[in-house]
């Protein structure tokens, strides 16, 4: 199953060799995707995380796809930092409906003081608790980061959303480079990266391949690679943007999975809105990873009913998480 040598995983990709992935006929980049899935991966295991809102609206920053952001009028009610309670309430119906990994994101441009030390008390709770913890908190700092680690987070997400050349169309108060130095920190303080994209916000083919092409080059590729479809809501900028065509979407799923061979390339944001073919073909392209559970972090996801018969219909199956070790470099965080 594995490459023991490795060579697949390059860090070298240009440009030139990213865009004439996109280009093949469909059949070549799903077979191709497909032999490298099958090289890394168990094909019919996937990966599932469970996401929770812990703080929700009211952000300062503008991203344009983002109902969570206080410049736009989305109806959204806002809610403050959660009760730890409630977020180890939610993390044990999570992990009874057969997730092993919980998300806690807040719609933070980045934490602030006693914030953080209430986030770590969480994560030490619901990582006893048994699954792997993930947060998306905003840009961190140094000692942020620590703090983070030290409370044993293991994955911490955070997106560069689109192509370096597309971003500032989407996004002005916070710089492509401060993204950088946030997936800098959280890689050299050991903990396991997640980082992806959206898809749908009016970027080229070629903002696509730059987006996949950045994540590729990177020191280390995140170990988790979310693809989100944007999910439109009413209220933001982006609402009414050129829906992704499907095809489009599973060949970016494919490219992701060629340029990032252990990655775990997780079909995100945007089901609701997909059919059960257009997942399968995204499971076939080499996604290994989706969000389980009725809601994102503000917006519907699939129900968990649909969900297990969908992997039913697929003969799809979760992934055990991956033990201490099993992942090179990387593994879940003491
Ligand atoms: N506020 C923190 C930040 O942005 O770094 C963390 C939470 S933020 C909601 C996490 C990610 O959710 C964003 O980077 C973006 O990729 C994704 N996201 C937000 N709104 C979305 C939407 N409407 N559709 C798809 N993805 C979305
Ligand atoms: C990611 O890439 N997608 C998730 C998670 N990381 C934090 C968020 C999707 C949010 C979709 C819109 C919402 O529910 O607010
Ligand atoms: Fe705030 Fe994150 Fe939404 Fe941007 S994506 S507006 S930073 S919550």
């Given at each position: 199953m594995s490459d023991p040598s490795g060579t697949d995983v390059r860090h070298d990709w240009t440009m030139d060799e990213v865009r004439a992935l996109f280009g093949l006929p469909f059949s070549d980049l799903l077979f191709q995707a497909q032999t490298v899935h099958r090289r890394y991966h168990d094909a019919n295991a996937v990966q599932v995380s469970t996401l929770l809102s812990i703080k929700t609206g009211a952000c300062p920053e503008d991203c344009k796809y983002c109902p969570q952001s206080v410049r736009y009028d989305t109806g959204l009610e806002r809610e403050p930092l959660m009760e730890k309670e409630r977020v180890l309430e939610a993390a044990r119906t999570a992990r009874d409906a057969g997730a092993t990994r919980f998300c806690m994101g807040a719609a933070w441009r980045s934490p602030r003081g006693r914030d953080l030390v209430r986030v770590a008390e969480m994560i030490r709770d619901v990582k006893a608790m048994g699954l792997e913890t993930c947060a998306t908190l905003g840009m961190l700092d140094d000692e942020q980061t620590r703090t983070l680690r030290e409370a044993g987070l293991d994955y911490y997400n955070h997106n560069l959303d689109t192509s370096e050349e597309f971003y500032g169309e989407v996004i002005t108060t916070r710089t492509y480079q401060d993204r950088l130095d946030t997936l800098e920190r959280v890689r050299k303080a050991g903990m396991n990266v997640c980082c992806g994209g959206i898809l749908g916000m009016g970027e080229s083919t070629t903002d696509r391949a730059s987006l996949l092409r950045t994540l590729a080059n990177l020191p280390e590729h995140p170990q988790s690679v979310p693809i989100n479809q944007l999910v439109q809501v009413p209220g933001t900028p982006l609402d009414g943007a050129e829906p992704v065509e499907p095809i489009d979407f599973v060949r970016t799923i494919a490219v992701a999975r060629i340029l990032m061979p252990r990655s775990h390339v997780r079909l995100s944001a945007g089901r609701a809105e997909m059919?059960?073919?257009?997942?399968?073909?995204?499971?076939?392209?080499?996604?290994?990873?989706i969000f389980?559970?009725?809601?994102?972090?503000?917006?519907?996801?699939?129900?968990?009913?649909?969900?297990?018969?969908?992997?039913?219909?697929?003969?799809?199956?979760?992934?055990?998480?991956?033990?201490?070790?099993?992942?090179?470099?990387?593994?879940?965080?003491?």
């Open positions: 059919s059960d073919e257009t997942q399968a073909l995204c499971f076939l392209a080499g996604a290994n990873s389980y559970g009725e809601r994102l972090l503000t917006t519907g996801n699939p129900d968990v009913d649909n969900d297990r018969e969908l992997f039913r219909r697929l003969g799809l199956r979760f992934e055990e998480p991956r033990c201490a070790g099993a992942d090179p470099g990387r593994a879940t965080v003491a």
